[in-house]
């Protein structure tokens, strides 16, 4: 096979042949030969060209966090000489894999994992210390504080990069028990910082991305973060974090709030049902327990990983009882999709009974009386008219995701500083023949203009889905830009306030509504008061 005939499979670059972590039905000598080399503070990098589009693949951001490095704040990558080949995904954490949705499921990187897995991916127009100064968008996956990675097909960002003249980068980091054990009640303080090391990953790839991002044609004075689900609650956290500070400029928050952080207490309870499980009686047994096994102590153990708000790392909660003061000066666009609850392996999305629809909403608010379920029931089917199972898709995303999200949009434009913007994303996708709506991660591929690579979720391509992922991509890019996101393919959005409460609802022709979800928000908040203690 000859240079000039020789072609290549994006998809399968992205995430094939990650059992090996080599390139699967490639000859990687061709693509090295010709692929652009970036001199970083660590060592020279070669990637591959994607059309106009130079992309970098397992960039160590990190050392490896294995054995002694364990649950302490990520060092520095040891320095190279030469140049390191950097063309197909990295590792990913250990975790449980999969996401409750199928369809989402076929689009996640598969494999393998490693506690060496601090890299992260390039995707830039051009290389060079004078390639320009583009707009910086940094992505964090979603997955909770649990699962993920940055290796996602929907995370493609050649349409991005090339359309819209922007670098992305996505970012892989410690999750679940390897990210979030809080050690210092059970260790010492050597360990203060062990229930926050995977969020101050996160920071560690902000840090990288300041130093060298330049060299990639990046702006690193023009930095937006952004991530859907837990990559979104990542973006919630670090508007809150003391070391991120001044490392961004922007954020968008997708699916997700992180209004609270974990207290002391319960995140020492937590770690000490894992030690105790283990039956390890040192520090350093504890850090030569395999990593396969840890993994299966998180299930037997109810570990829930979520960051600590320690007094170090968070002074405070990030959206409790205001928003964090450290990101104040930073826009803001959140929102959230139609069907969020619709995320689920087999959710209810077929006609259920009355008397089921009756017995599901009882199941949101713990001993609500008959006459509020009835309240409830009359209000969503007024705003969602259709079977029972749309009326109790349409509550658990209200209630869950949706009411959070609010808070965090209301909180942070009580503060005044700089501009939230809200968002409803309402379009229906093709998966299972419509019946799903717009559910938890149906904006990722409008929004990075990956529809391509979306297709168990989106299906075939038509000009009409690409029509809104040009509105998408351009909203998102453009937010990055300038920190306001109107363009000219939707109407003018204005600042989120508690008076209008201004929506931008995204579907096939955007429109700015005032409050469009007023009736089901007010029920949703009264029945809160009544029954979840207002929280």
């Known amino acids: 096979m000859s240079d000039s005939t020789f072609q290549f ?7 094939g042949g990650l059992a090996t972590g080599g390139l699967m039905l490639m000859n990687p000598r061709l693509i090295f030969a010709a692929g652009p080399i970036v001199e970083t503070a660590y060592g020279k990098i070669q990637g591959f060209e994607d059309g106009p589009i130079k992309v970098f693949k397992n960039v160590p ?3 490896s966090t294995a054995g002694a490095n364990r649950w302490l704040p990520a060092k520095a990558p040891q320095p190279w000489t030469g140049v390191r080949e950097t063309v197909s995904a990295g590792a990913m954490c250990p975790q449980r894999f999969g996401a409750p949705m199928l369809e989402e499921t076929a689009m996640l990187q598969n494999g393998p994992y490693s506690e060496d897995c601090l890299n992260l991916n390039i995707s830039t127009p051009a290389v060079g210390p004078n390639s320009g100064k583009r707009p910086v968008m940094v992505w964090f996956h979603g997955g909770g504080f649990a699962a993920g990675s940055g290796n996602a097909t929907s995370y493609d960002a050649r349409n991005l990069c090339e359309k819209h003249d922007v670098v992305l980068v996505t970012v892989t980091h410690r999750l679940n028990i390897f990210g979030f054990l809080y050690l210092p009640d059970i260790y010492g303080a050597q360990y203060a910082d062990s229930g926050n090391v995977g969020i101050l990953d996160c920071v560690a790839a902000l840090q990288w991305v300041q130093k060298n991002i330049g060299s990639f044609g ?6 937006t973060i952004f991530g859907q689900s837990g990559g979104g609650g990542k973006v919630s956290a670090l508007m809150g974090m003391a070391p991120a500070k001044g490392l961004f400029h922007r954020a968008i928050v997708q699916s997700a709030s992180f209004i609270r952080g974990g207290e002391k207490a319960q995140a020492t309870d937590a770690a000490k049902r894992v030690v105790e499980t283990l039956q390890v009686k040192s ?11 840890l993994v299966e102590v998180m299930g037997t153990t109810r570990f829930g990983a979520r960051p600590v708000i320690d007094g170090r790392v968070f002074p405070a909660h990030p959206f409790d009882p205001v928003a964090s003061p450290l990101s104040a000066n930073v826009p803001l666009m959140i929102g959230f999709t139609r069907n969020e609850a619709n995320f689920t392996p087999k959710p209810e999305i077929e006609p259920i009974t009355e008397a089921r629809l009756h017995e599901l909403v009882a199941g949101v608010f713990p001993k609500i009386t008959p006459a509020d379920v009835e309240k409830v029931v009359t209000v969503f089917r007024a705003k969602n008219p259709g079977t029972p199972d749309n009326v109790i898709y349409q509550l658990i995303a209200s209630q869950n995701t949706g009411a959070n999200i609010l808070q965090e949009a209301e909180r942070k434009a009580e503060q005044k500083a700089a501009p939230a913007y809200h968002y409803y994303f309402t379009h229906t996708v ?11 991660t149906a904006e990722i591929p409008y ?10 979720l989106i299906g075939k391509v038509t000009p009409k889905e690409q029509a809104l992922a040009d509105k998408l991509s351009l909203t998102w890019t453009t937010f990055a830009r300038t920190g306001n996101p109107s363009n000219k393919l939707i109407p003018a959005w204005k600042p989120y306030n508690l008076q209008e409460r201004p929506t931008m609802v995204l579907d096939d022709e955007p429109k700015l509504v005032n409050d469009p979800l007023h009736e089901t928000r007010m029920v949703v908040a009264e029945m809160r008061g009544k029954y979840l203690n207002n929280t």
């Open 9 to 15: 499979d994006r998809r399968r670059l992205m995430i």
């Open 61 to 63: 951001y990190g050392a």
């Open 218 to 223: 990046g702006d690193p004075g023009n930095v």
């Open 283 to 293: 520090l350093k047994e504890l850090q030569e327990v395999p990593q396969d096994k």
């Open 430 to 440: 093709a998966a299972r023949g419509g019946k799903l709506g717009a559910p938890h």
């Open 447 to 456: 929004a990075f203009d990956s529809l391509a690579h979306a297709e168990p």
